[in-house]
């Protein structure tokens, strides 16, 4: 990925502009880490990328970035630019054009995240990101009050940068989270979740969870039981161990899902009949938060006789023809009761057993 972007910043460079790797990609080349995506910094417009590059896409001209595809790497191409008026302690709404990468640096959130690379791969550290780098530290570029004033993610970024790399909060970082947070309330739950999300699936989301504590921001991010948070399973069995606000954005499939993690929680998941009733992957999140083995529930879950109805060795139209009667909702109560007594063992599943057994009982 490295010999590509490369070649992308020579390709910008011999249309006569200025470009440089910047952000995440060379943080995490420097700490050894892979990165996927990489964001290009150029004096080049979003038009002038649009005569250079073929395979592009331009989501947001207003913001000065395009995307480019190289490859099959996503390059995320930004023009030199200064912010000059933000709303709802968020979003840029009045930005220029500059010709000066430092300025372009200063407007960014962390010093880890400024540091760039050029086409011939030399590092350039214009704001000391490397130092931070090495002593394992966020801090902020410039004043830490006015950057999470500006932008209130920052405040999740720092936490998730700082549990993912498992650096320090720098104590400017702290106190100006401390005296901003509340402005978390003019973030969207979309972002919320997706920082809570990356923070909580980290092998070291414990850290993550204890500066949330430590900053308080529990209580801003509508969380109302942190301390109960059951971590190093599935992100839906974390959500699911969490009582919070509800204008949290799940899809239907995700919040049917916390329901029913949430249910099973209540119940023996080593238990026939709920492991029937909930399946293999539900048990086995609410198994996990109770401490309960994965394997041992995975075992239990082979031997059950059935998995679902389609395994039951009888179908509603043999049913009917032994009975002498059309459908209706006695067919269901039928199902439940052999469902029953296979999972307990008390019945075979077998279509000649089976059906014995319904001719004597109904």
């Known amino acids: 990925m490295l010999k590509t972007s490369l070649k992308v910043l020579k390709k910008i460079e011999e249309h006569g502009f200025k470009a440089y790797i910047v952000g995440g990609f060379v943080r995490d080349y420097l700490l050894g880490r892979e990165s996927l995506d990489v964001d290009i910094a150029t004096d080049a417009t979003p038009m002038d990328i649009k005569q250079i590059f073929n ?32 709303i709802n302690n968020r979003k840029p709404i009045e930005f220029e054009y500059i010709n000066d990468l430092l300025e372009d640096l200063k407007r960014r959130d962390f ?3 400024t540091i760039c690379m050029n086409s011939r791969g030399e590092i350039i550290d214009l704001l000391n990101g490397k130092k931070d ?76 969870v204890s500066l949330l504590k430590e900053l308080e921001l529990d209580h801003e991010l509508e969380i109302y039981n942190l301390d109960e948070i059951k971590l190093n399973v ?47 992957y539900v048990n086995s999140i609410a198994g996990s938060i109770k401490g309960i083995d994965k394997k041992e529930i995975a075992n239990k879950f082979e031997m059950l006789p059935i998995t679902n109805k389609h395994d039951i060795d009888i179908t509603s139209e043999e049913i009917m023809k032994i009975l002498n009667r059309s459908g209706g909702s006695y067919l269901k109560n039928i199902y439940n009761d052999i469902t029953t007594l296979i999972l307990n063992n008390k019945l075979e599943n077998n279509n000649d057993i089976l059906k014995e057994y319904i001719v004597h009982n109904y």
Do not use: C
């Open 234 to 280: 599935d992100i839906m069995g974390i959500w699911a161990s969490l009582n919070i606000s509800p204008n949290y954005p799940f899809s239907k499939n995700e919040s049917e899902l916390i329901k029913k993690i949430r249910e099973a929680l209540n119940k023996n998941n080593l238990d026939n009949e709920v492991l029937y009733q909930y399946g293999l």
């Open 133 to 208: 780098l090495e002593q394992k530290e966020i801090r902020t570029v410039g004043n830490s009050f006015d950057k999470f004033q500006e932008d209130s993610l920052r405040i999740l970024r720092a936490i998730r940068f700082a549990t993912i790399l498992n650096f320090e909060l720098s104590d400017e970082v702290k106190d100006a989270i401390k005296h901003t947070k509340s402005y978390l309330k003019n973030l969207s739950y979309q972002r919320k979740r997706e920082e809570l999300d990356k923070i909580f699936s980290s092998p070291n989301a414990k850290y993550g």
């Open 111 to 113: 010093t880890i995240n």
């Open 55 to 86: 395979d592009i896409f331009i989501p947001k001209v207003e913001y000065g970035s395009v995307t480019v595809f190289v490859h099959n790497t996503r390059f995320e191409i930004t023009t030199f630019r200064r912010e000059l008026t933000y």
